[in-house]
């Protein structure tokens, strides 16, 4: 999988340390966070998504070739967080269908590799006919 890079809010930073040395997301074969969404093929959503932002976040997902995955990372993407207010998307799942939420605020980079890791089985466990 090659995700698109879509951090949004401080979410971003700990996708961006789920890269490093340290936590080295290359184990999976993800060395390279897309900036095309035609090169992706897994959206990980990082931060809270403005209502303003969330037609370009749809934009971004259509352009995804099938099959298309998507992680909502952090408790603002999954749910709104503290932010519960008229800007803010209660969810990144009123635009998009997600596949896997990671649970946090923000969460740790430990918790992206859990998410993505499940995402692994579960994409493991479908069948080729699902994806059309």
Known sequence: MWPLLSGLACCAIEMMSAQSAHYDMSRFGMELMRASPRQSDLMIVAGRVTRKMAPVLRRLYDQ???PKWVISMGDCASCGGVFNNYA????VDE??????YVAGCPPRPEGLIHGILTLHNKVES???TKWK
């Open 64 to 66: 995804l070739p099938d």
């Open 95 to 100: 635009i998009m269908p997600v596949d896997v």
């Open 88 to 91: 803010t998307l209660q969810g």
């Open 126 to 128: 479908e069948q080729i």
